[in-house]
């Protein structure tokens, strides 16, 4: 996708909410370098029209009736058809999939004005997939004692360092790491392990193997019918402690 080869972007919206799929088709009428092409209402429909209009951006819910949009991704990368796409869901454990399929960006609902504004030009700044982050196996202090203090990230085609203790938390499988601060994400191909033994513990604590938390960032953690803990996040995102870790927890409190 090249924002300078035409005036303006063809685009799809992807979004079986009608006031949200209204919401996003204002937005991008609103934006000069966009030009709304279709609004499908589900993923039956969006993956027949992506098949026919080709368009070169794609805003697209991931949870639709029919198919999900992850599914719709799939397909199109099966077929060679590789649109920007830019996921707009309520789901956030769907993440680390999301930027493995090369999505550019991943809008947490709601999300304002502002951050959907953010996410278009970052995709219009960016040609290739650069989401998924690629050089980031070389993390700083990797053979001193000392806790780690910045590691480098890659976001608009650039690598910078992001320091540690602005990291809210990190979520993990087995291969990739999404860090998440200041309401972006940045995903890492490094597995959560990579950061584990490194991170200040007075700091930072293990909820679960996929999971890790910036204590200077938790709201509140409450128990739910397991009697697990719930860590609210102050960024909404809420993630659930092990039972271990909830009872050592609890142990702990005054």
């Not at 209204?22 to 370098?33: H, I, T």
């Not at 947490?108 to 989401?131: G, I, Q």
């Amino acid at each position: 996708m090249n924002p300078s080869s035409k005036t303006a972007i063809t685009t799809l919206i992807a979004e079986d909410e009608a006031l949200a799929a209204e919401s996003l088709a204002e937005w991008v009428r609103g934006m000069p370098q966009l030009e709304l092409q279709a609004v499908c209402s589900d993923g039956a429909s969006a993956l027949a029209q992506i098949r026919a209009l080709r368009p070169e951006l794609v805003l697209m819910d991931i949870q639709m009736p029919g198919m999900t949009g992850l599914q719709v991704l799939r397909a199109l990368a099966e077929e060679g058809l590789r649109p920007a796409v830019i996921f707009t869901t309520a789901y956030d454990e769907h993440a680390l999939t999301a930027f493995e399929l090369h999505a550019l960006d991943y809008l947490l609902k709601p999300f304002s004005r502002e951050r959907f504004v953010d996410a278009v030009e970052h995709a219009l700044a960016n040609s290739a997939p650069a989401s998924v982050g690629t050089a980031l196996e070389a993390l700083q202090q990797q053979d001193s004692g000392e806790p780690l203090t910045r590691v480098l990230v890659r976001d608009q085609g650039k690598i910078f360092p992001l320091r540690v203790d602005v990291i809210e938390h990190l979520r993990s499988d087995n291969k990739y790491t999404a860090l998440t601060s200041r309401g972006r994400s940045f995903l890492v191909r490094l597995p959560i392990a990579s950061f584990e033994q490194r991170l200040d513990p007075a700091r930072f604590l293990k909820l679960q193997r996929g999971s890790i938390v910036n204590l200077d960032f938790v709201e509140s953690m409450t128990p739910d019918d397991n009697s697990q803990l719930v860590v609210l996040m102050r960024d909404g995102t809420r993630l659930t402690a092990s039972r271990e870790v909830s009872k050592r927890l609890r142990e702990q409190s005054l």
